[in-house]
Structures are given as C-alpha cells and as structure tokens.
C-alpha cells in the first residue's frame, strides 16, 4: 500500500490507479440496475419429437480425443422433454452503488496494443488454435480511431505461420485467411465481484453470419489461447472436496498441502463469465435451425461456464424439464433459455486415465434478439457480479442491455445443483476480441460435394470457398468490418471487503503459480508472459506544423531529436507508452507484492542477529571446507551429466 501512496504522489493523481481521466465525472458511481423479469414472459415451444441425447460416461471411445472442450457426445435417446420451468418471481432491488476503479474511454487516437506498449491491455501477437479458430490474432489490428473508439478490425488476409502449436504440442506450418484482434487485461487489470459495462458497435452486417464478437471475463488461473494454462483450470468454480474435482480439477480442495501462496483445501480454477458473444446471421426464430427457439440470428448469448457440469447431459436442441437444469434463471424481453449449448466434454491428450480425468463443464446461458440497430449503434451491454458470502448469499450475475434485464441468474440455484460449484470467486480480466470459427454462424450443412474443411474467401478453389454464409466474403472485401468499443468501465462496491482489484489477491492468489509455470502462459520465443511497458522512444516528427503531434501533446509528451538521429518521443509527467498517448496505471493497493525470500521460507533476522548469522556463516563455510577438501583429496571429479533442458514440474 506505501508503493501505492508513493506512486500516487509521483504521478499526481488521485482518482485510482486504473481510471482514465478522461471518464466523464457523471460515470464516476453507477446504482445496482432493477433485476425485473417480465410479467408475461416468452413461453417455450413445445419441441417436436427428435432423436436428442442424454449422455453419463466418457466420450465415444472410437472417437478421436481432442486437447480442446468437444461438443457433447450423443449415444442414447431420452423421451421427450417439457417446457422450461416457469419463470421465478422479481424480488425487490437491493439499492447498491458502485463507485468507478477502472475505466478506459479511447478517447487518444494513435493508441496501439501491442505487448509492452499499453498498461491496461494487451493485443494477442498470436495463432488461435481454438474452437476450430480460421483467424489470426494481429496486435496491428486493434488501435483506436479519430473517434475517440476503441477498434477492433477483421479481414480476409493471410498469416504465414510457422511455430509451435499448443494444440498438437509441435512446430507446425499453417497459413490463416483472416486476421482480426484480441484484446486481453490478463495479469494487469484484474478485479473480483463488480459491475462491468462497455457502449460498443457490432461488427459487420446484422444478417450475415460467420463473425463472433465477444466481451467476456476470465478467471486469471488461465490465460485465453494459451491451451497449457487452461487444463483441468477452465472453467472451475468449485472450492470443495468432492469425487469428480480430487481427479479432474488440477489444483482441487481435496489438496492438504499448500503450494504457490494458496491454501489447502480450497479448489482454484478459471471460471468465465460472458458478457456477450453475439452470432449474426439471416435464420429467425422459430425457423430453420431455430425452430425450437422464439430467439433466432442475430443474438447475443449472455452466459456462465463453470465445471464441474451436471453429469447427466441434455442434447442440444430440447428443452429441460424440471429438475433438469439449473434454478433460479429468469430472463427479460426477447431473451431465453440457449437450448443449443448446454457446455462441453473435456478432454485433454496428455491425460493418462481419461475416465477419471476428463469432465464436463456447464454453459448457464440465455440468448437475447438483436437487430440492425445492433450494428450501426452504440448500445451498452453491461453485467452486475455479487459474491457468495457464506451463511449470507450465494451471489449472483445479472445480464443487462440498455439497462434491461437479459439473464438474472440466482448462484442458490448452482450450490443447489450439488455439484460443488459456485458464482465466481476469482480475479478475473476484460477480454475483447472478433473470431471466424466454423462452429459459430456458419451454414450447419454445407453445399453437396462441399467439404468444409478449408475456408478461404480469395481461393479459386471451390472447396476453400463453398461453405461460407452468404454475403460474408463480399461484406469482407467491400466494407470495413471493425468492432467498435466507446468505452469499457468497471464499478465496485467499496462498502463490500470481498470485491478487490487485483490478480493476486489474499482470497484467491495467482502470482506464485503463473511464476512457477511461466512456459505456461507465453509462447516459446518469448523471454516473459508479459514484456514492461516502454515509456516513450516512439518515433516521431520535429518541425513546426508536427511537434510533439504524435507524442501526445506538450502535457503528455516531447518530440525531441535523438542519438542515432531518428526523433523519437519523451514522456511528461505520468504518461506512458511509446508515444506517451496512456496514464500510467497500476493498483491502489499491491495484495501480493513481487516475490521475496520469506515465500522461500527464510526470514529475515534483525541487525544485530544479522550480524551474528554472517559471522557464523564465515565460520562455519571455513570448516566445511576443510572437511570436504580432506575427504575429496584422491577422488576424480564426476563430469556433469544432466541435460540443459530437464526441469521440474508441479502437477498438483
């Protein structure tokens, strides 16, 4: 906390370590949003009888194992299920306010994201080998505009890509079609329990489909698109001791001992709370591939995922009857129950007994209908997180666009599922970003003779070319496709002690561990998970009409010549980045300092037991030496024989 106060008094600010100054003083405090479910909510369909499946076992073991969260089999048929429970009543709101400790309004043009150039985000420099990912993730695709907006641009263009994949555990050589951007705060700006919002503007067109914007929260355990810090961590919320976690969960609460900073016995993992991922596309509701649903393209999934999962699986497609999903969800206008995800099979290759391993996780979702308003814009999309406090409240999350409910989700109903799981208790960070994936949006079946395996809008092989959505190649190449973020703020409660902002925090450290596993979350030609920030050295231009116009102004910055000739940026006051266009940000209180000799278990002694150690130390290094000398005295040294790549590692 001294730091904290020490930079404080350095920078000259004292609004909070995360908040932009340029955040208007009217969005400094929000109020809890009205929870309130409609009087007359949509009524499901009846569904028509279908082959759908239940499933209670590992996956098909004809089937190839895959290190990515697979749909769920489907072997055995079930009767036909009933309409979704009926709606519970609205309880009163509990008057909240919320008071602002992050914020980023986007208001610098020139800002880029690149890692070491922004304190707040990091753009991913990276392949995403997820989700059957067709996209590259391009730090130059994410910069903000003349408009004061955050953008995030998709194209059809081409990575050459030679690396490691963490997926097939080798150095591969692939070409991507596309590139787009993610957007990542992982391990910078973390906060637990709050109030999230962000105005933005959807990319593309409201009726073509194959693009998945996204804003979402992840626990820090786990690191997106690095698949080796997501096994057996994503998406736990589960604290306890039980069967299932004591050989799935890799740091589980059937764990005496402590390791990392954590404690024994309470389960850790990265659970993920999607504020929106939203599907375009032209197939309304009750048609096509929506029959069953009110709610057709384009939409937006409000949704929780969290393991461990109900055991026994619903197919996609059906919905449940009582006492087949969870209680306690209610959902607002022209939203309902996604009944075409009920979550994912988790399997991973390095598993050696699958049976006991593998397990399923949970996606607690509601789809809400958009429109062309969606896209054209700005709309503010925002959720409300509550901690469960024990013998108080099992918390809760509350989905809301345009201050109208989306999903409200009661955490009673998860501890009621007996499962072990819980509302999120883990410092979890912002994520924005636009993928292409064949499993989102795309046609379910392709054309006759069209394989669907390779997607290319430029190829002049009708294969590569044959199973997109209509129109998504020519809205590609004839509009700018950009997903458009106003700002991104973040409240908490400060009269409630649980909600922190941190990424290591008492409750819930992560420092220890990501230090211990650091080959984990970077990429093998890194050095670090994260390079520091550069501040200033950012080229630029001296001369009357160009000074100091791409260092951010005389307040933030100063063109000045420098030795190797080239001009290049110095930063004023607290301003950073290479060109100087970002405040330094950082958090008002540090939970989890940086490592130090106590964590090895030595303590440091007073002065004068100081002294007294280094003298016996001296003395005690005389002696043994004398001692070993005698004893090695005609002995031929062992040359070393050890690799330079062995290493340890912890596996829980």
């Not at 953008?151 to 050459?160: F, R």
């Not at 698949?227 to 069967?243: K, M």
């Not at 550069?534 to 951010?552: D, F, L, M, P, Y």
Request: net charge negative; charged share 20%; glycine share 10%.
């Amino acid at each position: 906390a001294s730091l904290c106060l020490v930079l404080l008094a350095l920078t000259g600010t004292a609004e909070g370590g995360w908040i932009d100054p340029d955040t208007p003083k009217e969005a400094y405090t929000t109020q809890a949003l009205p929870a309130t479910v409609p009087q007359t909510p949509h009524k499901a369909k009846k569904p028509r009888p279908r082959h759908r499946h239940w499933y209670n076992g590992p996956p098909d073991p004809d089937g190839e194992p895959t290190p990515q969260p697979t749909d769920e089999p489907t072997l055995d048929p079930t009767t036909s299920p009933t309409d979704y429970p009926t709606m519970p009543p609205t309880q009163p709101p509990v008057e909240r306010t919320y008071d602002l400790v992050f914020s980023d309004e986007f208001n610098t043009p020139g800002r880029t994201f690149h890692d070491g150039q922004d304190p707040k985000w990091t753009a991913m420099e990276k392949n995403d080998y997820t989700n059957d990912a067709q996209h590259y993730y391009s730090g130059s695709n994410a910069f903000t505009n003349d408009e004061g907006e955050l953008v995030i641009k998709t194209e059809a263009a081409d990575t050459e890509i030679i690396g490691y994949s963490d997926v097939k555990k080798k150095k591969v050589h692939d070409t991507k079609h596309f590139r787009s951007a993610m957007l990542q705060g992982w391990n910078k700006f973390c906060f637990t329990g709050g109030v999230v919002e962000a105005e933005v503007v959807l990319p593309g067109k409201h009726n073509v489909g194959g693009l998945w914007p996204a804003f979402w929260l992840l626990g820090n355990m786990a690191r997106h698109t690095y698949v080796g810090s997501s096994e057996h961590i994503w998406p736990w919320a589960s604290r306890v001791c039980t069967p299932k976690a004591s050989t799935a969960q890799l740091i589980n609460g059937c764990q005496k001992a402590a390791h990392y900073g954590m404690k024994a016995g309470v389960g850790r993992g990265a659970p993920e709370i999607d504020i929106f991922e939203v599907q375009p596309g032209d197939t309304p509701g009750s048609n096509g591939k929506f029959l069953e649903s009110p709610v057709g393209q384009p939409f937006m999934s409000a949704s929780y995922q969290v393991a461990p999962g109900r055991p026994q699986r619903l197919g996609g497609g059906y919905w449940p009857g009582p006492g087949m999903w969870y209680d306690g969800l209610a959902g607002g206008n022209n939203s309902v129950l996604n009944i075409f995800f009920y979550g994912a099979y988790n399997h991973f290759l390095s598993d050696t007994d699958p049976a006991t391993q593998d397990y399923w996780s949970d996606a607690i979702s509601f789809n809400k209908q958009l429109n062309k308003e969606h896209f054209v814009r700005k709309h503010k999309y925002r959720v409300e997180w509550e901690l469960p406090k024990e013998n108080i409240t099992d918390g809760y999350l509350n989905w809301f666009l345009d201050d109208e409910l989306v999903l409200k989700l009661n955490g009673t109903g998860i501890v009621e599922a007996g499962l072990g799981s819980e509302i999120s208790t883990e410092p979890s960070y912002l994520i924005l970003n636009t993928a292409i994936s064949s499993q989102w949006g795309f046609p379910g079946k392709c054309p006759p003779g069209c394989p669907g395996k390779k997607f290319d809008c430029h190829s002049k092989d009708y294969k590569e070319t044959c199973c997109f959505s209509k129109g998504f190649c020519s809205m590609l190449d004839t509009m700018d496709v950009e997903y458009k973020i106003n700002y991104v703020r973040v409240y908490q409660n400060k009269n409630d002690p649980t909600q922190k902002v941190g990424c290591s925090t008492p409750e819930r450290p992560t420092r220890q561990w990501i230090e211990g596993h650091k080959d984990l979350y970077m990429q093998k030609t890194d050095d670090q998970p994260l390079k520091s920030i550069q501040r200033g050295g950012g080229a630029c231009i001296i001369g009357a009409k160009h000074k100091n116009s791409t260092c951010g102004g005389a307040e933030k910055g100063t063109c000045t010549p420098s030795k190797k000739g080239q001009a290049a940026c110095q930063c004023n006051g607290n301003w950073t980045g290479p060109n100087c266009l970002v405040p330094t940000s950082f958090d008002d209180i540090l939970w989890d300092p940086p490592s130090k000799l106590e964590e090895l278990g030595f303590i440091l002694p007073s002065a004068p037991m100081l002294l007294v150690s280094i003298l016996t130390l001296i003395i005690v290094g005389v002696v043994m030496s004398t001692v070993f000398k005698k004893r090695l005295d005609g002995f031929t040294p062992i040359p070393e024989v050890a690799g330079k790549g062995d290493r340890l590692k912890y596996f829980g």
